[in-house]
């Protein structure tokens, strides 16, 4: 398990405040947000690229806050892939393992593992400047498998796909996670690509985590304006309850919350059913 434990940092003029999350072992975990929610500083904070100042974190009950990313056993795949064009597919792949000095036979094994999991064995050879988008993903993606990573870490990794690729990234990734069981985290501004990869998600903004849940408890079920715009409730109605019953303006609806006061309900556009009733009226049909 992941854990972060009240993690506060400050960067310029924006900071993580307050972030409270477990994420399970073998968990796809998405976290989702707007544009400058905080998402990529995350990212980076979990990995050791970013210092914490307050809180902590752990992995399988390890305090690895204080740790430099290098002994955090993660690995992080940007979205621009940051591949070396000197290299060819297979050089990428395994310049980590030259880096840990393993022997010529065990990289040449661990390399072909790696680009079989993504489907790039084909492409060993080729140089980097003749991939596709989605082939440069895949191959950032085996670079990072490769070195056998507790927690897999994703910023953004569709956002630079036109939607056929992402669409079948997509499913790669789940693919992928099916095969290894490996605990994924992926921060994407895409609440439909967090639907369809996330066993569990959250949903970042303004620096805070604003819910955690299931997707379909965030989409049903939001916990704050922020949320409920955030998934496209168009229809956020300010309102009270009371004695189970809740109004705003004219409408009154009964309601299944315990609490009393002043609170917002919201109306998911496809939960409306409009129908036509006739009504016969001096002559009007």
Same mark, same amino acid.
Request: proline content about 5%; glycine content about 8%.
């Given at each position: 398990?992941?854990?972060l434990e009240n993690i506060n940092l400050r960067f310029h003029n924006f900071a993580l405040q307050g972030i409270n999350l477990n994420i399970d072992s073998g968990c796809y975990f998405v976290i989702v947000g707007p544009t400058g929610a905080g998402k990529t500083l995350l990212l980076e904070t979990i990995a050791?690229?970013? !210092?914490?100042?307050?809180?902590?974190?752990?992995?399988? +009950?390890?305090? $690895?806050?204080?740790?430099?990313p290098e002994q955090r056993n993660m690995g992080l795949v940007y979205q621009d892939h940051t591949l070396f064009p000197h290299l060819n597919v297979e050089q990428n792949i395994g310049f980590g393992l030259r880096m840990r000095k393993q022997n010529k036979q065990q990289i040449e094994k661990k390399v072909a593992e790696a680009a079989a999991l993504v489907r790039v064995e084909h492409l060993l050879k080729r140089q980097i400047e003749k991939l596709s988008g989605g082939e440069k993903q895949k191959v950032a993606l085996a670079r990072t498998l490769v070195l056998e990573p507790a927690v897999l870490l994703l910023d953004e990794p569709l956002g630079a796909l036109d939607p056929e690729t992402r669409e079948t990234l997509r499913d790669e990734l789940r693919h992928l996670h099916n095969q290894l069981h490996t605990t994924i985290i992926h921060v994407t501004h895409d609440f439909?690509?967090? $639907?369809?990869?996330? +066993?569990?998600?959250?949903?970042i903004g303004e620096g805070r985590l604003q819910q955690a849940g299931t997707s379909s408890e965030i989409f049903r079920r939001p916990t704050s304006v922020f949320v409920?715009?955030?998934?496209?409730?168009?229809? $956020?109605? !300010?309102?009270?309850?009371?004695?189970g019953l809740f109004t705003s303006g004219g409408l009154k609806?009964?309601?299944?919350?315990?609490?009393?006061?002043?609170?917002?309900?919201?109306?998911? !556009?496809? +939960?409306?059913?409009?129908?036509?009733?006739?009504?016969?009226?001096?002559?009007?049909?």
């Open positions: 398990m992941l854990s050791g690229l970013q !210092p914490t100042h307050e809180g902590t974190i752990k992995l399988n +009950d390890r305090v $690895i806050t204080g740790l430099p439909q690509e967090a $639907i369809a990869l996330a +066993d569990k998600m959250a949903v409920a715009r955030f998934t496209a409730s168009k229809n $956020i109605l !300010p309102g009270t309850i009371k004695d609806a009964a309601v299944q919350e315990q609490f009393s006061g002043i609170c917002f309900g919201v109306i998911r !556009p496809e +939960d409306i059913n409009v129908t036509f009733r006739e009504v016969q009226s001096e002559g009007y049909v």
